[in-house]
């Protein structure tokens, strides 16, 4: 009721949940939008690739992470089994207007983890 009176966007951020549960929450309002974490959504088992081109309308934002699949470990950018390089090329191909959030992980510190994850970025989209 909330969003509903105020007219704000909410923005569901993902972990464990994946398209049923975004489908089910979104149906809620037409002010419950999807902050969509690539990472946990392939690591638990689902498609980033297919739920972007499905649910872009409905999309806030991504957050960018690399995992291992089958609920492994986060991972620097390139090293887990996330398809990043094909999210950021979708996402680049489509035109989504949506941003793409770096969501820094790793132990060398913001200012060495946030360039080697922008260069692999920048690397990808080039």
Wanted: hydrophobic share 35%; charged share 25%; glycine share 8%.
């Amino acid at each position: 009721p909330f969003a509903e009176k105020y007219k704000c966007t909410v923005a569901l951020h993902n972990h464990r949940e994946g398209p049923e549960d975004f489908g089910k929450a979104v149906e809620m309002s037409k002010h419950f939008w999807i902050n969509l974490d690539v990472g946990h959504f392939f690591a638990t088992g689902n498609d980033p690739i297919a739920f972007i081109k499905a649910n872009h309308a409905r999309i806030t934002n991504l957050h960018l992470k690399d995992r291992k699949a089958n609920n492994g470990p986060d991972m620097p950018f390139g090293q887990g089994d996330t398809p990043l390089k094909e999210v950021l090329l979708l996402v680049k191909k489509e035109k989504y207007k949506f941003p793409c959030n770096i969501e820094l992980v790793g132990p060398a510190g913001p200012k060495q983890e946030l360039t080697v994850c922008l260069n692999y970025c920048k690397d990808t989209l080039a």
